[in-house]
Nanobody, 121 residues
């Protein structure tokens, strides 16, 4: 079982920055992945970035060079630093996790409740 609680969403103007956090409560020390997904109104959910227990990261092409995923193992917290935000980044952002090496596909089993990010032009 994994429990995830996101925080840090909000409203920002285009070009601004936000940092999302996700407290990860998990059991065991097996290999795992944690990642960020987003869903905008009327659009399908998409993977944004993920990181696994070995520290390997994956990014969607749309956020490469602008977003950075990281984790603090001592604090059991996942982060997503979002810079140079664009209006098209507006979405509900979800933290998700699973016990495997990559989270981007197929969808992970464990999800947080989400945090809204709104970018105005």
């Amino acid at each position: 079982q994994v429990q995830l609680v996101e925080s840090g969403g909000g409203s920002v103007q285009a070009g601004g920055s936000l940092r999302l956090s996700c407290a990860v409560f998990r059991y065991g020390y097996v290999s795992y992945c944690v990642g960020w997904f987003r869903q905008a109104p009327g659009k399908e959910r998409e993977g944004v970035a993920d990181i696994n227990s070995d520290g390997r990261t994956t990014y969607a092409d749309s956020v490469k060079g602008r977003f950075t995923i990281s984790k603090d193992n001592a604090k059991n917290t996942l982060y997503l630093q979002m810079n140079s935000l664009k209006p098209e980044d507006t979405a509900m952002y979800y933290c998700a996790a699973d016990y495997r090496s990559m989270c981007m596909s197929p969808p992970p089993r464990y999800w947080g409740q989400g945090t809204q990010v709104t970018v105005s032009s």
